[in-house]
């Protein structure tokens, strides 16, 4: 919970900043040249121990395909921390996620929404640090567990200077496990789910046009 509070905080936080550099700005609300690539940075993975980076290509004025993919690596698996404390060790994981993007306005807009369907897959492993019936003795098992998911989600570009915007959204799509057997074991409610239904999901991160 305290992951998704300072998430919404971080998210509100620069888009306020954002709405106050732009407020001077009466005109003009478009850039000169529409941008035909995004290079995107998503700083809140690195707080689950992960790391981002991902691109958006212009298929038109108001459509694009963007591509995430995503590594995550902790010897002492900073994302389960929380919720597992020290019982996990040497997480790694990898995620690839696939939009397209359906923009109300043309893309050289310095305010602009969107409607992304996307298809993702992800796949992570930990080491669990398990109690055996002798004291003091633990047995360590290799957990893993691969999902495969599929849904939308809403969101919005915003400049926060001329060529650098803040990209926020909110959505929801449908997780199956695909491979391993331990997706309630590694499964963490809106920050890592890989366990089979609907699952709530939302991303905050900036973004360079090229």
Do not use: W
Request: glycine share 8%; proline share 4%; net charge positive.
């Amino acid at each position: 919970m305290k992951s998704i509070t300072f998430i919404l905080l971080f998210a509100f936080a620069i888009q306020a900043q954002a709405m106050n550099s732009r407020s001077t700005l009466t005109e003009p609300v478009v850039r000169s040249k529409p941008f035909e690539h995004m290079v995107h940075f998503n700083p809140l993975a690195l707080f689950i121990a992960g790391f981002e980076v991902g691109y958006e290509k212009a298929i038109s004025p108001k459509q694009s395909f963007y591509v995430n993919p995503g590594y995550y690596l902790s010897e002492e698996a900073g994302l389960y921390d929380a919720q597992y404390g020290n019982q996990k060790s040497d997480m790694n994981g990898f995620k690839l996620e696939l939009q397209y993007r359906f923009y109300r306005k043309s893309n050289n807009y310095f305010r602009n929404v969107y409607l992304a369907p996307f298809v993702l897959f992800k796949t992570f492993n930990v080491l669990d640090h398990r109690n055996t019936n002798t004291p003091n003795v633990y047995e360590n098992v290799r957990q893993s567990a691969s999902s495969a998911g599929f849904g939308y989600q809403l969101g919005m570009r915003n400049s926060l200077f001329e060529n650098i915007y803040l990209d926020i959204a909110l959505g929801g799509g449908v997780m199956v496990p695909v491979s391993g057997d331990h997706h309630s074991d590694l499964h963490i409610n809106f920050i890592n789910p890989l366990q089979k239904g609907v699952q709530f999901r939302m991303s905050a991160g900036v973004c360079i046009a090229l």
